[in-house]
C-alpha cells in the first residue's frame, strides 16, 4: 500500500479520538481563533479578504473581517489572516504550522456543509495529525531546501480535514490527496513578506479545492506522494516512512506548541526560563546574561541589536533584556522600533551573550543570570508544556489579552460547546462577524 | 535587476507586437478554442465544472460546458477542459504547452472585466511569451526531475496575461509573479490521469489568484523566482539566463507547434513524413518501413504493440502502420482499442523498425519506406512549420474536424475578429454556450 493509500485509508475510517487527543484539538482551534480575529486588520488579511470579496460567491464561509465567500476562498483569507500576525502554534515534528493551514479548510467546508460541532473536531483532528504526520514524513531536508512545510504539508492535512467533512471514502480520499500532491507549495523565501501567511492561506485552498475534485471524481495516481517524481522526491522529502507508524493507534499532535510571546518560536524556551528567573533578580543588579541555545536558532533568531520591532523578535538579546526588565512579551505593541532603542534595555542587553550548544535540542533553552550576589540557572524545555489546565489557562489569558475579556470569554464558551453543537454557527458568528 | 524584475517591467510595459506575434496568438487561440470545445465532454472536464458550479459564484466568467463562475474558478475549469484531449499547442523551448495554462486565464479576466479584444490579445501574447521564456529558464533539468513545465512555468505565463488585464503596474507585477514563485506546482508523475489536464486548470488559476492579490496590494520579495531559494533554485531550475535575452525586441512564441494528429507530439515529425511518402506507395506492396528519431522520444512514445487505444497515442509502430493504411490520425476517434487489434494494422506495424538517432533534433524525423521498387525516404521537421496561411488552414481542418463547420466557422470568424472588437463577447458566446 503507497503513502497516499495508508494515509487515506486512515483518514476515511471511522474515528475514536482519545480525550488527550480532543482536549488539544479544541486547545488550539480556541488559539487559532484568537490569533485570527487579532491578525483581521493586518494588510495582508485585508487585501486577500478584498481579492475575494470582489470574486462576490455563494456565501458558504465566512471571512476574518466580514462577509462570506465560497468556501474555497473563505479558506484562502481565513488561513492567510491567521498566520498574519505569526503568533499560532508550532508543531517541530511537522516543523511548521499545523493550525494555520489545516483549520480554515476544515471550518469553511464545517459552516458550508452545516456539520455538526463534533463532525468539525474529528475531521479537524486527522487534518491536523495527518500534517504533522506528513511533515514529519518529508523531514528536515525539505525545510532545509527552502520548502515552508506550514504551507506543503499543510495542504495535506487541509485536504484530510476537508475531504473528510465532504464525505469522501478511501479512494476518493486517495485521490484527492494524489492531487494535493501536484499542487500543494510554498517557499521559505517568501519569510519577511505577505508571502508567508499567504502559504497558510494557499494550503489551506488546496485542500478544499482537491477534496472537492475528488468528491466529484476526478481521479489521479495512487502513488503520488512517495513513488517515481512524487511529491516527496521531487521536493527533497527524506520519506520518513517511520513517521506514519502508529497511525490510528497514537496521535503525534497533542506535542503541539503554543506561542505565549510575541515573537518568533526560538526565542520561547529562553523566555519562559528567563520568566522563572525573573523575580529572583532586579534588572538593575543584573551584571551578565548567558543564554544557552540549540545552534540552528543562531541563523534564525539572533540578530544581537535590532533596530526595528520587526529585528525585535528575532533576538535573543534584546527579548531576553525585555523579559528582565519587566515588558510583557506576549503584547503584540511591546515589539515597536522604540523598544529597541530604549536605554535600559540596551544596556541589559549588551550584557547578554548567547552561546550555541548542540547538547540542547531545538525546544530547550538554559538561562543564567549574574549579579553581585552569584549566578542563578533556569531551564525551559517546549516539550514540557505543563497540565492541560494551566495550558489552556494561559490561552485564554493570551486570548484576553489580545481580544479582550467580553470577546475572548464568548469565544472559549463557543470552542468548549463544540463537541455537543449541531453546527459550528456558535464560533462562526464570534469569528466572522 | 532580478528575474522577477525583468519579466515584470518588461510585461508591464507598452507593448507593440510585431505582425508574425500577433498571428500566431490567433492562431493558438483559435486552435486552443477548438480543442477546448471538442473536449468539453470529457471526465475530467465536466467534473471539475461540477465542482466549481457547486460554488456557485458571480458569473464573471463562463465554463467550457455552459454555466459561469468566478473568474479563477472558470481559468481552472477551462485550463483542465481545453488540455483533457491533449490536442493542444507545444511550444519545445518551453517544455510544455503554453495555450492551455495561459488562454484561460486571460479570457477569463478579460471577459470579467470587459477588455477589448485588442487587449486581450496583447495580454495573451505577453503571458504566451513569458510562459516560454520561463520554461526555456527553467530547462530540461527542471523537466526530468519530474516538473510538468505546462504547470510551473504556465502558471508565471498565466500570471502575467492576468494581470495585464488587471492593469498591474511594474512594481505589481513584480509582486504578483514573487507570489507565483510560492505558489506554482505541476508534477509530471500525474500524467495518465487527471491530474496532468488538471496541471494546466491550476496553473491558470495559480495566475488569476497571484495577479488579484497583487492588484489588491499584497507583496512578496522581489527575488522570488532566481534568488535564493527561489522558484527556480527550489525546483531543479538551470537558470538559463540566455531564455530572456532580447525581451522586448524578439519573440520565441511563434515556433509554437501545432498538432495535427490525435497523438502523442514525439510522433508528428514522423506522420508528417509518412504522410508525403502515403500517396506513392501501397499498404500492401510495403516490405519495411524505417523511422529515425530523437533516441528521447523512444522512452515517451515507442510502444512497440499497444492493446489500448491510449496506447496506440504514444506507438511509432502503430502509429506509422495506420499512416500508410490511410487511417485518418488526425480524428481522435482513429484511436480506439479495436485498431491496435486491426489485422492489416497488425502486419503492417510489424514492418515498422524505430532507431533512436541523436544527430536529429527531437523535432526532427526520417522515414524510409522500401517496396519491391525501392526505397523512399521523407525528412520532418516541426520547427519548418510552413507558410502561415497553410497552418492556418491546417488549423481550420482540425477545428472542422473536431467540431462540425457549422461551429468551426463561426469561431475562426470570432477569433479573426478580436483585434477590432470591444470585447471578447463574440469569442465567448461560441466557447461557453
Redesign the interface.
Known amino acids: 500500500m503507497t503513502v497516499t493509500e495508508t494515509l487515506a485509508q486512515w483518514a476515511a475510517a471511522l474515528v475514536d479520538l482519545p480525550d488527550t487527543m480532543r482536549a488539544s484539538v479544541l486547545s488550539s482551534v480556541f488559539d487559532w481563533a484568537s490569533v485570527g480575529l487579532a491578525g483581521r486588520g493586518e494588510?495582508?488579511a485585508q487585501?486577500?479578504r478584498?481579492?475575494v470579496l470582489?470574486?462576490?460567491?455563494?456565501?458558504?464561509a465566512g471571512l476574518f473581517g466580514g462577509g462570506s465567500s465560497?468556501?474555497?476562498s473563505a479558506a484562502?483569507v481565513n488561513g492567510a489572516t491567521s498566520h498574519a500576525l505569526d503568533y499560532d502554534d508550532t508543531h517541530f515534528l511537522h516543523i511548521g504550522h499545523p493550525s494555520v493551514a489545516v483549520t480554515p479548510a476544515a471550518l469553511a467546508v464545517a459552516q458550508w456543509k452545516d456539520a455538526s460541532g463534533a463532525a468539525f473536531i474529528d475531521a479537524l483532528a486527522l487534518g491536523l495529525e495527518a500534517s504533522c504526520r506528513i511533515g514529519d514524513w518529508l523531514g528536515r531536508a525539505h525545510y532545509e531546501?527552502?520548502?515552508?512545510q506550514t504551507?506543503t504539508a499543510g495542504a495535506f492535512g487541509a485536504t484530510v480535514a476537508a475531504g473528510r467533512l465532504l464525505g469522501l471514502d478511501a479512494g476518493q480520499m486517495t485521490h484527492a490527496l494524489?492531487?494535493t500532491?501536484?499542487?500543494?507549495?510554498?517557499?521559505?523565501?517568501?519569510f519577511?513578506?505577505?508571502?508567508k501567511p499567504?502559504?497558510a492561506g494557499?494550503a489551506a485552498e488546496v485542500g478544499v479545492?482537491c477534496a472537492?475534485?475528488a468528491?466529484?471524481?476526478?481521479?489521479?495516481?495512487p502513488?503520488?506522494i512517495a513513488?517515481?517524481?512524487?511529491?516527496g522526491?521531487?521536493?527533497a522529502g527524506m520519506a520518513r516512512d517511520q513517521a506514519l507508524d502508529g497511525l490510528g493507534q497514537t496521535w503525534v499532535f497533542p506535542d503541539v506548541s503554543y506561542k505565549f510571546h510575541a515573537c518568533c518560536h526560538g526565542l520561547h524556551a529562553m523566555l519562559e526560563a528567563a520568566g522563572r528567573l525573573r523575580n529572583a533578580v532586579t534588572a538593575d543588579a543584573i551584571q551578565s546574561i548567558t543564554i544557552h541555545t540549540h545552534p540552528r536558532w543562531l541563523a534564525v533568531c539572533n540578530q544581537p541589536s535590532p533596530e526595528m520591532g520587526l529585528g525585535a523578535k528575532f533576538s535573543y538579546r534584546l527579548t531576553a533584556a525585555m523579559a528582565f526588565a519587566g515588558v510583557d512579551t506576549a503584547a503584540l505593541d511591546s515589539y515597536t522600533d522604540a523598544m529597541t532603542s530604549r536605554a535600559d534595555l540596551v544596556a541589559l542587553r549588551n550584557k547578554v551573550t548567547v552561546i550555541g550548544d548542540p547538547a540542547l535540542t531545538d525546544m530547550q533553552t538554559r538561562v543564567s543570570v549574574t549579579t553581585a550576589e552569584g549566578t542563578q540557572d533556569a531551564f525551559h524545555d517546549l516539550m514540557a508544556t505543563g497540565p492541560a489546565e494551566a495550558v489552556r489557562q494561559r490561552l485564554q489569558d493570551k486570548s484576553a489579552s489580545l481580544l479582550g475579556t467580553d470577546v475572548s470569554g464568548p469565544l472559549w464558551q463557543a470552542v468548549a460547546g463544540l463537541r455537543d453543537a449541531s453546527h459550528t454557527k456558535a464560533l462562526t458568528d464570534i469569528l466572522f462577524a
Chains 1, 2 share one sequence.
Open positions: 494588510p495582508v487585501r486577500t478584498a481579492a470582489e470574486e462576490g460567491g455563494a456565501g458558504q465560497n468556501a474555497r484562502l531546501a527552502g520548502f515552508h504551507g494524489a492531487l500532491a501536484t499542487r500543494a507549495a510554498g517557499l521559505k523565501s517568501q519577511g513578506t505577505m508571502g499567504l502559504n494557499f479545492t472537492m475534485l468528491a466529484q471524481g476526478v481521479e489521479s495516481t502513488d503520488a513513488g517515481p517524481q512524487g511529491f522526491p521531487t521536493h
